[in-house]
């Protein structure tokens, strides 16, 4: 017989085995299940933290967009990269992450106003999207950092590229960044 059944239990619960068809209990002491619950409780308010966490992350991304806003008095406040894919990619995943840690959030925060049931349904209803939050959120960096990379490509070429375009809008780009980092 193992020393803890509570941890037994949670354990075959997460796993997804069903319930005997008996109706035998087995006797616990209730500071042996009141301390795992304190313990899982712990851990959902570590992940609730990181959760919020992440949902503020993706909100203050969402309102810095790589490349700035227009500031033409035509398109103002609109950002000055709507039309690249790359953009594109950047919102979405930025949404994802956002919403995604939102729910996880409600759902950890769920997790605290029940049972112990009720606890293990929040966790596995709240994990996977807490992964996708990670992960879109990882996905938005990259897309992040590929569109100013792709601003930056004409400061770190060592050649001078052959298409006479080219050059011009590199020569502005790199005009651009040198006022722009001038004192």
């Not at 087995?26 to 313990?39: A, G, H, L, M, Y």
């Not at 790589?66 to 949404?95: N, Q």
């Not at 992964?131 to 996905?139: D, I, L, N, Y």
């Amino acid at each position: 017989m193992p020393d803890n059944p509570d941890l037994c239990q949670v354990a075959l619960i997460a796993i997804g085995v069903p319930r005997s068809l008996s109706l035998k209990t087995v006797d616990r002491s209730t500071s042996t299940t009141s301390f795992n619950i304190e313990n899982f409780k712990k851990s959902v308010n570590t992940l609730l933290f990181v959760s919020t966490l992440v949902a503020t992350v993706a909100f203050a991304t969402a309102f810095t967009v790589p490349g700035g806003y227009d500031s033409s008095s035509t398109h103002s406040g609109i950002a000055t990269m709507l039309r690249d894919k790359g953009f594109h990619i950047f919102v979405f995943c930025d949404s994802i992450a956002m919403y995604s840690s939102i729910i996880a959030a409600v759902a950890f925060i769920w997790a605290q106003l029940g049972d112990f049931t009720l606890l293990l349904d929040a966790l596995n209803l709240a994990l996977p999207f807490l992964g996708a939050a990670f992960f879109t959120m990882s996905m938005t960096f990259t897309a992040g950092l590929f569109l100013a990379v792709i601003i930056l490509i004409p400061l770190c070429t060592p050649i001078t590229p052959s298409n006479r375009i080219y050059r011009y809008i590199s020569y502005h780009v790199i005009h651009l960044a040198i006022l722009a980092t001038y004192n």
